[in-house]
Every structure is written in C-alpha cells, then in structure tokens.
C-alpha cells in the first residue's frame, strides 16, 4: 500500500510505521483467513482497524512524545484517515469514501457504547509495548489477536441483533 504517501502532513513516517502500518497488517491478514482478500469488503475487519488505530494512537499519547511527533489533533485523526485509505484504494470515489467513513465511523461509535468493542484494547495495547521494545513479530501478533477478537465480537453482535429483529 502507498498508505505512508496518503496520510503524509498528518503524522510522522516514524507514526505511521508504529500506529498504521501494523494495524494495516494484522486487519488485512485477519480478513484474508474470513475470506476476503480484500480488507475493504470485511466491515468487521474495517471496524476492528479502525479501534486498532485508535487504540494504539491512544497508547502513543499517553507516552512521551518526541519533538518531532504530529500534533494531537493530527493524531487523533489518524485512524479513520487510515480507514479512508482503505476505502480509497478500493477504487471508490471520495464521495463513496466519505459515505463510507461516515457510516464506518457511526458503527464503531454504537459498538463502543454497547460495549461490543473496547475489551479487546488490551491486546492493543499488549501489542504497542511490543512495537516500542523493538517486538515487532510479537507486537504483530498481539494485534492480529485483538483485530480477530473485535472481528468476532461484531460477528456475534450482528448475529444476535439479527436474531433479536427476526425475533420480534
């Protein structure tokens, strides 16, 4: 992926390397063992990239941060500019991929607030330790465990919620 181009100006090559690049990673190959080669099409997948991000960004700025480190706003932005790089080199239009983040971005708001996603952070954060200690196989196999436990978390949420409206 030119993912590192894509989000360029808004976090460091340094950033990108510990906060996008191994969640980009452990999110594609969980999709690939669901069965999709493409990340893009598997939105537990995509949500579980977008809590990965936003977990490790969060590890990121409870430490201390270098002089050269991206402003917080920047940073704090930087888990659905990963997700929209995703949409983006499916090939969708940025329309399609502002629709998309949107309705991304909603989901993973209601998966918090029900508690479905959040649990698996320390697997995340397990995982950023990791990266910091020069861990780089462990640290991906700690957010390969979270992405595949958020992703399971929303299949059992969709699948329960589906039972509870067919249900009624």
Known sequence: ???????AGLITPVE?????????????????????????NDMPCMLALLGTVTALT??????PLPNEASPPASLESAPLAVCALVFTESGLEAAQVEQCLRALSRAYLQLLREGVLGPQEGLVEKGFGQLLGGERPAALHSLHQGVQAMARAVDAWETSRGAAVSGS
Do not use: F, K
């Open 16 to 40: 990108y390397d510990l906060l996008a690049a191994p969640a980009l990673q452990a999110a594609a190959e969980v999709a690939a063992q669901r069965g999709d080669p493409h990340l893009y």
């Open 1 to 7: 992926m030119g993912g590192r181009d894509a989000i």
């Open 58 to 63: 969060h590890a990121y700025l409870q430490q």
